[in-house]
């Protein structure tokens, strides 16, 4: 069993900036995937980036060049450093861990983003 704890999530500027952490319970190492979703009241959850086992990062379209997903195997955690934020960006981030591509994986409680001058 793996639980992951989200943390870093907050009120900011637009064109400020954040780094989201998720600190995972068990080892994720060798998992097939990790990675950050989002979702805004009355949307479904979206894709931000994930990076699989293979060293393959996916991003959505609307954060390329300014989200940068990574993660620490020594401290078991998965961070996204987002750049030049916007008030689009505004949502719950949610962590996820998959073991195989095939399972729907763990996720964490969310952390609230708000990008509001």
């Known amino acids: 069993q793996v639980q992951l704890v989200e943390s870093g999530g907050g009120l900011v500027q637009p064109g400020g900036s954040l780094r989201l952490s998720c600190a995972a319970s068990g080892s994720i190492f060798g998992f097939y995937a990790v990675g950050w979703y989002r979702q805004t009241p009355g949307k479904q959850r979206e894709l931000v980036a994930e990076?699989?086992?293979?060293?393959?990062?996916n991003y959505a379209d609307s954060v390329k060049d300014r989200f940068t997903i990574s993660r620490d195997s020594a401290k078991n955690t998965v961070y996204l450093q987002m750049n030049s934020l916007r008030p689009e960006d505004t949502a719950v981030y949610y962590c996820?861990?998959?073991?195989?591509?095939?399972?729907?994986?763990?996720w964490g409680q969310g952390t609230q983003v708000t990008v509001s001058s």
């Open positions: 990076r699989n086992i293979f060293g393959t990062t």
């Open positions: 996820r861990a998959r073991r195989t591509s095939a399972e729907a994986g763990y």
